[in-house]
């Protein structure tokens, strides 16, 4: 298996505690055997940003894209890639580990009126924890892509997008993760999210669950004096 991780991000600004999480995932692909690449991405346009990490991902001729933003944390490595691997196995197109939302309450995780429209109505899902569920949409915070599928499916970009729709003097807005899961479903994709994976998304988990996920996890020690 051959897998790109690519962080979006803009202002040339990571998370330290994804940083951290990206060394110890570097180790465990090594030990794994696994081939692997780096990629960071600074744009402020993160629709661009993230197209221009699947095109890496094609060029490189990699299995799996596993995008992961950077205000978020995955708090154990060895889950996140069990979901990059049972993904595989289980032939999805795109599986996501879902994040507390910073502004509302719930996950980033939606079903759709219409899967197969990007601009379809989207409603909350309720929580699933411990679970791995089929969705119709999901935020991009931590994204797996088979590459496999993409290039059987869908080779030729833009593959994020954001999109308005004109109503009045309140436009619909559609985030450029939802407008790709939307084209996912009409490329007669497959979406899963899973719950069984730990994230820290910063701004919704503060800063000290955050160290205290990834001590849970054995990832992380604070120093000794």
């Avoid at 995008?67 to 154990?76: G, L, Q, W």
Wanted: aromatic share 8%.
């Amino acid at each position: 298996m051959h897998i790109i991780v690519g962080v979006p991000a803009y202002g040339e600004r990571i998370h330290a505690g994804l940083a951290r999480a990206l060394m110890i995932m570097a180790v465990s692909l090594a030990k794994a055997g696994i081939a692997y690449g780096f990629q960071y991405c600074d744009s402020a346009l993160l629709d661009r940003a993230r197209n221009k990490l699947v095109t890496t991902a094609l060029r490189e001729k990699a299995d799996w894209l596993l995008m992961i933003d950077a205000d978020t944390v995955p708090t154990d490595v060895g889950k996140l890639l069990a979901m990059i691997r049972d993904a595989g196995k289980a032939g999805a197109s795109v599986v996501g580990a879902p994040v507390q939302q910073r502004r509302r309450a719930g996950w980033n995780v939606r079903r759709a009126a219409n899967p197969r429209d990007p601009m379809s109505d989207c409603f909350p899902m309720e929580d699933f924890d411990g679970q791995v569920k089929v969705v119709d949409r999901i935020g991009s915070a931590v994204l797996g892509i088979n590459m496999s599928w993409l290039r059987s499916k869908w080779p030729i970009g833009p593959w994020f997008r954001s999109e308005y729709q004109e109503r009045g003097d309140d436009p619909k807005a559609i985030g450029e993760d939802f407008y790709f899961c939307g084209q996912v479903c009409a490329h007669d994709g497959v979406i899963v999210a899973d719950w069984r994976v730990p994230v820290a998304h910063f701004g919704a988990t503060s800063e000290t669950e955050t160290i205290a996920l990834l001590e849970a996890s054995g990832s992380f020690r604070r120093p000794v004096n």
